[in-house]
T-cell receptor, first 115, second 110 residues
């Protein structure tokens, strides 16, 4: 079966702009989580969606937002981009939310560079 | 806030050597997962350990979950260049999101 698909793979934006990233989970998976990965901080949790509802939110400013559609596809948006937002943004899908026994499958990520 | 500390942060070894990577926390987790991430790719799940004291083997990789479910280790026997990558541990607790360590970057030199 197809894996988790994230688009685009690479993105270069200017400070102050906004960006939308997309994630299509594995067919049948209804839970989607987003993470930001930087060399200094590692993977930091952004938010988690299950059946179109945000279940958990990480400690990020309100410039970071997300949503999930009825087909389980998810988008995250970052407004008023800052240089520090440059990172690899990873999406993970799983059958169930939150529990460590539900294997999480990651996409290849979107590499965002803010200049 | 639950934190996972991984050590060492970086490891460079010769092919054929053995190594151990550690993942420690002051918090108890219901399960702990190990991932490997290669450059330009997302993390790939290697194993999930659930029971305190549990040991799982995956070819040359041995994973152990501490008795108190606060720590875990990954031991690689006879490392090969193909083992090169970023090894991440992640803890799960109830319905909260996975908590990741910062990773151990392993380089195996032929």
């Amino acid at each position: 079966k197809a894996g988790v698909t994230q688009t685009p793979r690479y993105l270069i934006k200017t400070r102050g702009q906004q960006v939308t990233l997309s994630c299509s989970p594995i067919s049948g998976h209804r839970s989607v989580s987003w993470y930001q990965q930087t060399p200094g901080q590692g993977l930091q949790f952004l938010f988690e969606y299950f059946s179109e509802t945000q279940r958990n939110k990480g400690n990020f400013p309100g410039r970071f937002s997300g949503r999930q559609f009825s087909n389980s596809r998810s988008e995250m948006n970052v407004s008023t981009l800052e240089l520090g937002d440059s990172a690899l943004y990873l999406c993970a899908s799983s059958l169930r939310p939150g529990t460590g026994e539900a294997e999480a499958f990651f996409g290849q990520g979107t590499r965002l560079t803010v200049v | 806030t639950q934190l996972l500390e991984q050590s060492p942060q970086f490891l460079s070894i010769q092919e054929g050597e053995n190594l151990t990577v550690y993942c420690n926390s002051s918090s108890v987790f219901s399960s702990l997962q190990w991932y490997r991430q290669e450059p330009g790719e997302g993390p790939v799940l290697l194993v999930t350990v659930v029971t305190g004291g549990e040991v799982k083997k995956l070819k040359r990789l041995t994973f152990q979950f501490g008795d108190a479910r606060k720590d875990s280790s990954l031991h690689i026997t006879a490392a090969q260049p193909g083992d090169t990558g970023l090894y991440l541990c992640a803890g799960a607790s109830g319905n909260t999101p996975l908590v990741f360590g910062k990773g151990t970057r392993l380089s195996v030199i032929a």
